[in-house]
């Protein structure tokens, strides 16, 4: 169905809807995925409509994990009326307050402390009982294929040598089972400044949360203080990581699995690798397959995390280099 076509067909479903005559649709925000959101207001009352084209995007995923979220008390938008067939979701609208627009020196505390008891809410949930998909090591190792396909080859034109390759293979696998090591809980996999909303009760709300997945404890949680979109001083990042993982111990979301501070942070270091070179990866993507080179810029800032990680860490030595010579390029 071509996009006038479809817009037309949404506005249509939407007055059935709501029982509005005129229905006008603002763009609500940029997503990097196939799906687009609209929003819809008269006077005070406002939604969003999700267009998910079904032939590019699954939103029943969506609807599952949103009663999962719900379920746990999390702040994620209530799905007022569907439309599977066509893809059209009608939400409940949690305003235009991005964390990302709001973080400031001021702010960050508060703000990144609502976000960690919501990330401590989300882990209680029992992974056992989600029904979602595993984060399994193929899924890791195609994550990270996506900085060498994307950045290093098509973005780059780089042309690895038969020593690079294995030794960028090696480092790939030490970084699944660095994440495979640890204990599994949900993991929403976007939990970062772009897909929080400030809230006035209840922060933060939750965004974009469609592909979760069951996987290593510190993903999220380093998506959030290793923002591909912001940074904070190294000290107190670690600081913050360690303030919630004795939330972790406490609330007892290791389980079974005990660890120490040490093992945790390097945990937490090296899954901020392996999300960052995905994120490299995809961020190339999204301007040379979809034509939206607007994410370019974050790649310096994301790569910039790898090459401080692997600075500190000898088995990482090769990745480390090899991402400072990517980075000399950019």
Not at 3 to 21: A, D, M
Not at 279 to 289: D, V, Y
Request: hydrophobic share 40%.
């Amino acid at each position: 169905m071509e996009s006038t076509e479809r817009l037309e067909h949404l506005r249509q479903w939407t007055r059935q809807q709501l029982g509005w005559p005129d229905i006008e649709l603002t763009p609500a925000s940029v997503d990097a995925s196939f799906r687009r959101y609209f929003r819809v207001q008269q006077g005070d009352v406002s939604y969003i409509l999700m267009d998910a084209p079904p032939d590019k995007e699954d939103c029943r995923s969506f609807i599952h994990v949103s009663e999962l979220l719900l379920g746990l008390g999390l702040h994620v938008p209530e799905i007022l009326a569907r439309n599977v067939e066509q893809g059209f979701l009608l939400l409940s609208d949690l305003g235009s307050r991005l964390y990302l627009d709001e973080l400031n020196e001021n702010t960050v505390d508060r703000l990144y402390g609502d976000a960690l008891g919501a990330l401590a809410a989300l882990q209680s949930c029992d992974p056992d009982n989600s029904s979602l998909p595993l984060y399994n090591r193929e899924l890791l190792l195609f994550e990270m294929s996506l900085f060498r396909d994307w950045l290093i080859g098509t973005h780059l034109n780089i042309r690895l040598d038969q020593s690079q390759q294995q030794d960028l293979q090696k480092s790939c696998e030490l970084l699944a089972e660095n994440a495979l090591q640890q204990a599994v809980v949900c993991v929403h996999r976007d939990f970062h400044s772009r897909n929080l909303m400030v809230s006035a009760y209840h922060n933060p709300g939750i965004l974009d949360y469609q592909d979760a997945v069951i996987g290593p404890v510190t993903y999220d949680l380093v998506s959030l203080l290793r923002d591909c979109y912001i940074s904070w001083p190294r000290q107190r990042v670690e600081d913050w990581a360690m303030g919630y993982f004795e939330l972790a111990q406490q609330t007892g979301i290791f389980r079974q699995n005990l660890v120490n501070e040490q093992q945790f942070l390097k945990w937490f270091d090296w899954m901020g690798v392996q999300r960052h070179l995905k994120a490299a990866g995809i961020f190339s993507r999204l301007k040379h397959r979809d034509g939206k080179p607007g994410y370019l810029d974050d790649i310096p800032r994301t790569l910039g995390y790898v090459a401080d990680v692997c600075s500190r860490y000898n088995e990482l030595s090769d990745l480390g280099s090899l991402t400072e010579t990517v980075l000399s390029k950019i």
